[in-house]
Structures are given as C-alpha cells and as structure tokens.
C-alpha cells in the first residue's frame, strides 16, 4: 500500500456520475512515483471522464477529492491535440513556452518520434499517425525538463501509431516510471512492458 505522503496524486471516495448512472463510486487510489496504472473498460465507462478528472480538466458528474502533489501534470488527449497550421516544430515551440519546458530539445523530440525531416511541414499536410507523434513529442520534452517527480496522463496513446511507434513509446513510458514518474493511461492494447502494472478496471460502459 502506498504511503499517501508519498503519492503524487491521491485520489479520496472519488465519484463519477453520468445521465443519472454511477460510472465510478468510492474510488479511493494513490498514484506515486513509478507507478504505472492502466485504466480500463468498456466504450462508455468513463475511463476519459476519469482520467481528464485526474488532470483537473473536468468536474462534470464528479464528487470526492483530488490532490495532485507532482512537480509536473501533462496530460495528452485520445486526439492530436495540435494546431494544424503550424509545423511541428512550432507546435512544440508553443508548448514549450506553455510548460515553460526549454526549446532547444524540439529536434531531439521530433527526431525520437521520427518527424526530423518533416519538422518544418503545415501539421494539416501529415498523416494521422505523424500528427499524433507530433502530440507525444511532447512527452520527450517533458522528459527532458528532467522533472523526475512528473505525472503523465495518457488516453489512448496508442492510437494511429505503428507496431515501431507503439515499441518507441512504451519504451518511453518505462523511463519516465524508472527515473522516478508515473504514468496513467487508457488502452485496449496489451502494453508489452516489464515493469508492474496496476490496473483500475471501470464497468458500465454501452
């Protein structure tokens, strides 16, 4: 059991209500520093009303207590979450200046997710896949902030990425948990990963 001093987010008697119907009751979960939690369930069950609640975006439907205690909260959306007429490079550019992370690790990020040579096109002219690495490059800025006590918040991260990108970023996530973050994330794919993992399973769904 987790010393709740230690956690960096603790979750108290949360729940999460929509049209009426408990999606979650008396959630009680604390989140500490190499920690990674997958949250699971069926379409509808509110596995992105719960995770966007750890991330303090939304309050809709729910009661009980959230404290994020982390030096670092980012979140990433289940979307590409980017502005299409920018390039990557000044996608990242504008979060960095956002997070307050340091710009002089953009091409390593877009070189990681393997976007070095389309840095400098309108993210409207990528493919699915690539604008979704433009958004997880994000991670790697994150990463290189070198805030160890970081907690990243992931919805289906694995989503329009290949086999290549899905190992590139499961390796990812195992480095932020090993130098002493968290990660948090939905999925329906087998993470092939060897380090522990929690899962937090939601019923309900449609």
């Known amino acids: 059991m987790t010393d709740a001093a230690d956690a960096l987010i603790a979750v108290r008697g949360l729940g999460l209500e929509r049209g009426g ?60 979450g980017i502005k299409q007429l920018l390039t990557p490079r000044e996608n990242l550019a504008w979060a960095c200046r956002s997070q307050g992370w340091d710009p002089v690790h953009i091409d390593s990020a877009l070189d990681r997710v393997g976007l070095s040579g389309r840095a400098d096109l309108l993210c409207q002219h990528l493919s699915a896949g690539q604008q979704r690495r433009v958004n997880l490059a994000r991670l790697h800025l994150s990463f290189d902030a070198r805030h160890k006590r970081s907690l990243w918040l992931l919805d289906e991260p694995f989503t329009a990425i290949d086999r290549g990108g899905v190992a590139a970023l499961t390796d990812t996530m195992a480095q932020q948990v090993r130098r002493g973050g968290a990660v948090v994330l939905t999925s329906h794919q087998d993470l092939p990963l060897d380090i522990p993992l929690r899962r937090v399973v939601l019923g309900g769904g449609r």
Do not use: Q
């Open 21 to 80: 119907k408990a999606l979650l009751a008396d959630l009680d979960l604390d989140i500490a520093a190499g920690h990674l939690v997958l949250i699971e369930g069926p379409n509808g069950s509110g596995k992105t009303t719960l995770l966007r609640s750890l991330a303090g975006l939304s309050r809709l439907g729910l009661s009980g207590r959230i404290e994020a205690r982390c030096d670092e909260l980012l979140y990433l959306g289940h979307r590409a």
